[in-house]
């Protein structure tokens, strides 16, 4: 099982590092919607190798059969192998090569915010993108809004 994880993991953890490796010297000429396309295009082709790992696993160790908490594991196994190569790739781009992207993209959505016109109101009424797209303010919109069984109301205001 080791070899067919490690292969197949590496594998696909090599296709994602290194396309995300060829699209940066041309972040700027493509533009972040058409790269989250590409990115996102070659993360499901890349994880494709999973179900090859999985199959493999299953025609030369299992003998042609397979039980579904295995074969769960095996395609784990890989997936985790392959997101450690993307985030170890990521982690190396961003701070090499990339240290401003934070602030490009946040300037990028809020000019697309403001292109659509909705929201501005929320936009101006913040001042600045870390209301409108902070995930604690989303966070705090969702816990005021819970109810639990017993009907009790969370306020969390206060925080």
């Not at 170890?88 to 990339?98: C, P, R, S």
Request: hydrophobic share 45%; aromatic share 12%; with cysteine.
């Amino acid at each position: 099982m080791k070899k067919i994880v490690l292969t197949f993991g590496f594998i696909s953890g090599a296709i994602l590092s290194a396309m995300m490796a060829a699209t940066v010297p041309f972040v700027d000429k493509i533009g972040f919607d058409k790269g989250m396309i590409i990115g996102y295009t070659t993360m499901i082709l890349s994880f494709l190798l999973v179900f090859f790992g999985v199959r493999s696993y299953r025609e030369n160790v299992g003998n042609g059969e397979i039980t579904f908490p295995r074969a769960l594991g095996v395609g784990l196994l890989i997936m985790v192998i392959a997101s450690a190569c993307y985030v170890a790739t990521w982690e190396i781009v961003y701070f090499k090569f990339l240290p401003d992207f934070g602030e490009k993209y946040t300037s990028h959505m809020l000019d697309q915010l403001k292109a659509s016109g909705r929201q501005l109101r929320k936009l101006k009424q913040s001042g600045g993108s870390s209301h409108v797209f902070g995930s604690s303010t989303r966070i705090h919109s969702l816990m005021r809004h819970l109810h639990f069984s017993n009907h009790c109301r969370l306020d969390f205001l206060s925080l």
